[in-house]
């Protein structure tokens, strides 16, 4: 049975409450979580407290805490990816509560794409703004949410959200357009 087929067996056994199933997915699963959370953490300030191995750890201990029926490997992987995300707007906010920094300053889109080193503040009007779209378009939303903050190509992206290359490639150039808008009106 390929990896792809045997994550999917053991999801759906530990879904089904067989600790014996944890236990085998973990190996099964680790590398790519860990891949992903580097891509995650490339948006972050550099002198983040976080580290992608403790993103990971962090997001597995919430995953495995639901009480969900994992369906697929890409159901699980899209799950993952909304947690580490969650984590890190957590740890931005704070952040940004201890700085006590004053107002908060915006940026565009394009530029956020093209900065390696986020500043929480602009992490958050990010944040704000995917929201927004997310609540107006959800697809459109979720193929942010994996170009952007997960560093997933545009096919990675079609597997998880069973979708064409295409309508990702259409919904990623729609998302940058509608986002670029959103936070030049905000500012």
């Given at each position: 049975?390929?990896?792809?087929?045997?994550?999917?067996?053991?999801?759906?056994?530990?879904?089904?409450g067989?600790?014996?199933?944890?236990?085998?997915?973990?190996?099964?699963?680790?590398?790519e979580?860990?891949?992903?959370?580097?891509?995650?953490?490339?948006?972050?300030?550099?002198?983040?407290?976080?580290?992608?191995?403790?993103?990971?750890?962090?997001?597995?201990?919430?995953?495995?805490?639901?009480?969900?029926n994992?369906?697929?490997?890409?159901?699980?992987?899209?799950?993952?990816?909304?947690?580490?995300?969650?984590?890190?707007?957590?740890?931005?906010?704070?952040?940004?509560?201890?700085?006590?920094?004053g107002?908060?300053?915006?940026?565009?889109?394009?530029?956020?794409?093209?900065?390696?080193?986020?500043?929480p503040?602009?992490?958050?009007?990010?944040?704000?703004?995917?929201?927004?779209?997310?609540?107006?378009?959800?697809?459109?939303?979720r193929?942010?949410?994996?170009r952007?903050?997960?560093?997933?190509?545009?096919?990675?992206?079609?597997?998880?959200?069973?979708?064409?290359?295409?309508?990702?490639?259409?919904?990623?150039?729609?998302?940058?357009?509608?986002?670029?808008?959103?936070?030049?009106?905000?500012?």
């Amino acid at each position: 049975m390929s990896s792809i087929g045997e994550v999917t067996r053991l999801l759906r056994a530990f879904s089904q409450g067989d600790r014996a199933a944890e236990a085998e997915l973990i190996p099964l699963v680790y590398d790519e979580l860990r891949r992903r959370a580097t891509g995650y953490m490339r948006f972050e300030r550099p002198d983040h407290t976080l580290q992608a191995t403790g993103l990971v750890h962090e997001a597995y201990l919430k995953l495995v805490d639901q009480e969900a029926n994992w369906q697929t490997r890409s159901h699980f992987f899209g799950v993952a990816a909304q947690q580490m995300r969650r984590i890190l707007l957590d740890y931005a906010r704070k952040h940004k509560a201890g700085k006590r920094a004053g107002g908060e300053q915006r940026v565009s889109f394009e530029d956020a794409l093209a900065v390696a080193d986020t500043k929480p503040d602009e992490l958050l009007a990010i944040e704000d703004a995917l929201q927004r779209l997310a609540s107006e378009y959800p697809r459109q939303g979720r193929v942010v949410e994996f170009r952007f903050y997960g560093g997933y190509t545009e096919e990675e992206v079609a597997k998880i959200l069973e979708i064409s290359p295409e309508t990702v490639k259409r919904d990623w150039k729609f998302a940058k357009a509608w986002l670029s808008r959103e936070i030049r009106l905000t500012k």
